[in-house]
């Protein structure tokens, strides 16, 4: 189980106009604490659950016709390691 289209524009209405893929993350997973937790449990023998649902998420954004990359910016990931990640802009 992923996040809905639905899910993942609604995230988007609740960030500014440019953000980053932490940003799209972090929001997301606030507003569907469950989903995110059972999308998770779809890794129990993946050494990186996290970034395994991390990079489902991101491949939404690569596809999405709502939003285009804009370059680069660093950012933390949820454990706190420092990251350069895409910078976004909305449609």
Known sequence: MSFTHKEYHTALDHLPRTFNSYDFIR????LYQQRY???LGQY???PSPFRAVHSQIMLWLIRSKT???IGYTNDRDIFGDPET???WERL
């Open 44 to 46: 129990p023998q993946s």
């Open 67 to 69: 939003v285009k990359k």
């Open 85 to 87: 990640v895409p910078l």
């Open 37 to 39: 937790i059972e999308f």
């Open 27 to 30: 929001r997301l997973t606030q």
